[in-house]
């Protein structure tokens, strides 16, 4: 019997499943660097240590331990299924019959990292920019599909001091791409414990940056609140709709509202010149999401559109005129049919970021 284990990033991020499989195994096998997190559960087992490079040894050694009856641990580090040991023992395994395999699930970097930054996952990928067994064109075209999916990018090995082309081709897509401004947190493994640092994309490439980072990238709606990377999921925040809200969209929906900008308004412009007025009152409000601007107004419980102007662009009007309509039939329907006005509002932010 084989168990692959994920250890997770530390031994104190390894589960109990993880935990019992070491401990009932007969023989570990692990890479040399992360031993030292199981060293105490190793007494009274046989214990094969392997350097970097050896993946396919130590696959072909787990085997055939196995084949004697022995109960191996294949010891990985985060999760095995991802860049790790189980993707290795699979492709092996297809030359041998009745070989049992159980695989254990550890904290992978990417779900380590993401816990330190705050909650930067949404829809997600995640990239190896390792060129060691990876074409440099296959990871260009992975880069490419998730920056053109708008996913948050995970990257994982993504410098060391002699492989520098693949980040530096990918850091020119995500800047071709994404705005500077867009945020990134970085997280970084050493001896001497764990950075986090949380930055924007225009200033990673000052970040000490190595082979044991792991680098999140966020996309049209990661915003970063007080120190952390929020990718928000669009959920609805109950609120009731403003009497001059009700008043506004009551004249709208009759066709009497104001388009483009409003420039016999006493409040105008209420954020910056030139603005578009024709939403002078937010469908979306609250929306609860600082991707745009706006926050909430700490211990009161109100919601702050100061610092938003999306909602005043003309590319963000023509976006949002075209298909309110489809949606808003009523004032009411500004609360009933908050989910639907919400995922209006992240399409629309899409097609103007």
Same mark, same amino acid.
């Given at each position: 019997?084989?168990?692959?284990?994920?250890?997770?990033?530390?031994?104190?991020?390894? &589960?109990?499943?993880?935990?019992r499989?070491?401990? !009932?195994? !007969?023989?570990?096998?692990t890479?040399?660097?992360?031993?030292?997190?199981?060293?105490?559960?190793?007494? $009274?087992?046989?214990?094969?240590?392997?350097?970097?490079?050896?993946?396919?040894?130590?696959? !072909?050694?787990?085997?055939?331990? #196995?084949?004697?009856?022995?109960?191996?641990?294949?010891?990985?580090?985060?999760?095995?299924?991802?860049?790790?040991?189980?993707?290795?023992? /699979?492709?092996?395994? $297809?030359?041998y019959?009745?070989?049992?395999?159980?695989?254990?699930?550890?904290?992978?970097?990417?779900? /380590?990292?993401?816990?330190?930054?705050?909650?930067?996952?949404?829809?997600?990928?995640?990239?190896?920019?390792?060129?060691?067994? &990876?074409?440099? #064109?296959?990871?260009?075209?992975?880069?490419?599909?998730?920056?053109?999916?708008?996913?948050?990018?995970?990257?994982?090995?993504?410098?060391?001091?002699?492989? @520098?082309?693949?980040?530096?081709?990918?850091?020119?897509?995500?800047?071709?791409?994404?705005?500077?401004?867009?945020?990134v947190?970085?997280? @970084?493994?050493?001896?001497?414990g764990?950075?986090?640092t949380?930055?924007?994309?225009?200033?990673? /490439?000052?970040?000490?940056?190595?082979?044991?980072?792991?680098?999140?990238? $966020?996309?049209?709606?990661?915003?970063?609140?007080?120190?952390?990377?929020?990718?928000?999921?669009?959920?609805?925040?109950?609120?009731?709709?403003?009497?001059?809200?009700?008043?506004?969209? $009551?004249?709208?929906?009759?066709?009497?509202?104001?388009?483009?900008?409003?420039l016999? +308004?006493?409040?105008?412009?209420?954020?910056?010149?030139?603005?578009?007025?024709?939403? +002078?009152?937010?469908? /979306?409000?609250?929306?609860g999401?600082?991707?745009?601007?706006?926050?909430?107004?700490?211990?009161?419980?109100?919601?702050?559109?100061?610092? +938003?102007?999306?909602?005043?662009?003309?590319?963000?009007?023509?976006?949002?005129?075209?298909?309110?309509?489809?949606?808003?039939?009523?004032?009411?329907?500004? @609360?009933?049919?908050?989910? !639907?006005?919400?995922?209006?509002?992240?399409? +629309?932010?899409?097609?103007?970021?």
């Amino acid at each position: 019997m084989i168990t692959v284990v994920g250890i997770g990033p530390s031994r104190e991020d390894m &589960t109990f499943r993880a935990l019992r499989a070491i401990e !009932e195994a !007969e023989v570990i096998i692990t890479y040399k660097r992360y031993f030292h997190h199981i060293e105490d559960l190793a007494e $009274g087992k046989e214990v094969i240590l392997k350097g970097m490079g050896h993946e396919v040894e130590r696959a !072909e050694i787990a085997i055939q331990k #196995s084949r004697q009856g022995l109960k191996v641990a294949l010891v990985s580090s985060g999760d095995p299924g991802i860049f790790g040991m189980a993707n290795v023992l /699979f492709q092996i395994l $297809g030359k041998y019959d009745d070989v049992e395999v159980e695989v254990i699930p550890g904290v992978s970097a990417v779900n /380590f990292a993401s816990s330190l930054l705050g909650a930067p996952l949404h829809d997600f990928a995640v990239i190896s920019l390792s060129d060691i067994l &990876t074409p440099l #064109s296959e990871i260009r075209r992975k880069v490419q599909a998730a920056v053109q999916g708008d996913m948050v990018i995970a990257l994982y090995n993504p410098l060391s001091k002699t492989r @520098k082309e693949p980040f530096g081709m990918t850091y020119r897509i995500l800047l071709e791409n994404r705005k500077q401004s867009t945020p990134v947190g970085v997280v @970084k493994s050493s001896d001497d414990g764990i950075s986090v640092t949380v930055t924007t994309l225009g200033e990673l /490439f000052d970040v000490d940056i190595d082979m044991s980072t792991t680098i999140i990238v $966020g996309n049209s709606t990661t915003y970063i609140q007080d120190g952390y990377l929020v990718t928000p999921r669009g959920y609805v925040v109950p609120y009731n709709i403003h009497p001059l809200a009700s008043e506004f969209y $009551g004249k709208y929906l009759a066709g009497e509202g104001h388009s483009g900008p409003n420039l016999a +308004c006493e409040y105008y412009p209420c954020h910056s010149h030139p603005q578009n007025c024709t939403f +002078c009152y937010c469908p /979306f409000y609250p929306c609860g999401d600082s991707s745009t601007g706006g926050h909430w107004i700490k211990e009161k419980g109100v919601w702050s559109c100061e610092n +938003c102007e999306w909602i005043h662009l003309d590319e963000t009007v023509k976006c949002i005129h075209g298909k309110l309509s489809s949606i808003v039939q009523d004032v009411e329907d500004l @609360k009933n049919k908050k989910k !639907e006005l919400l995922k209006l509002r992240r399409e +629309c932010i899409y097609q103007t970021r």
